[in-house]
């Protein structure tokens, strides 16, 4: 197995900055605007986000969940390793709310399909669209694209590409594994 490096720490707190600017200029106030981790590492970055809203644009109190699509999955029942469902908390309505999909990484799509599903229980959101970190473009099964990505990447099926973060993993960093 080999790793190479693909974003250091600095080049990720430039991009998560960029972001969180991004989303700024489309939800002003984020009033009625929600933002939502996909469980289990969506959250990390859903949380740096909403640090960097609120330490660089005095944006608090933003409404945040996290969401877990373990059962939602279209291909739960063909996994081979034993699942593991992570928590979802989400104490609010996403009625007529705009929802901000957050996630490290996006490849085939289905784990955003499965959110699409998921959050239906909470309500019908007014819109919803997705953050990511890594966009692993041309490996889509479905027609599904971030409106606000960090970078994209190419990469073939074999390797993977694994977001660290420094509260989970001892560091920020992306690295693309090859096996
Ligand atoms: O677009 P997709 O093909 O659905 O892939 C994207 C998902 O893959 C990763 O999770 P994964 O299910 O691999 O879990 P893990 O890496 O945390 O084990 C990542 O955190 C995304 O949620
Ligand atoms: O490369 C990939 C593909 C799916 N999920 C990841 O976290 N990385």
Redesign the pocket.
């Known amino acids: 197995m080999s790793q190479k490096m693909l974003l250091s720490s600095k080049e990720m707190n430039i991009i998560l900055h960029r972001l969180a600017c991004q989303l700024v200029e489309n939800h002003t106030t984020f009033e009625n605007s929600v933002l939502i981790g996909i469980q289990p ?1 969506g959250t990390f970055l859903a949380n740096r986000i909403a640090s960097i809203l609120k330490e660089e644009y005095g944006i608090s109190g933003v409404k945040m969940g996290q969401l877990d699509i373990t059962f939602y999955r279209d291909d739960f029942r063909r996994s081979d390793k034993p699942l593991e469902a992570n928590k979802t908390h989400i104490d609010f309505v996403v009625e007529d709310k705009r929802v901000i999909f957050i996630d ?5 799509g289905r ?1 955003i399909r499965a959110a699409l599903t998921a959050v239906q229980s909470f309500g019908r959101p007014s819109e919803i669209e997705l953050l990511t970190l ?1 966009d ?1 473009r041309f ?1 889509r099964h479905l027609p599904i694209q971030p409106d606000y990505n960090g970078r994209q ?1 190419d ?1 073939i099926n074999e ?5 660290n973060w420094k509260e989970n993993d001892g560091e920020d960093a992306v690295y ?2 090859s096996k």
């Open positions: 590492r490290d990484v996006l490849y085939t784990s890594i692993r490996s990447v990469a390797e993977k590409v694994k977001v693309l594994i």
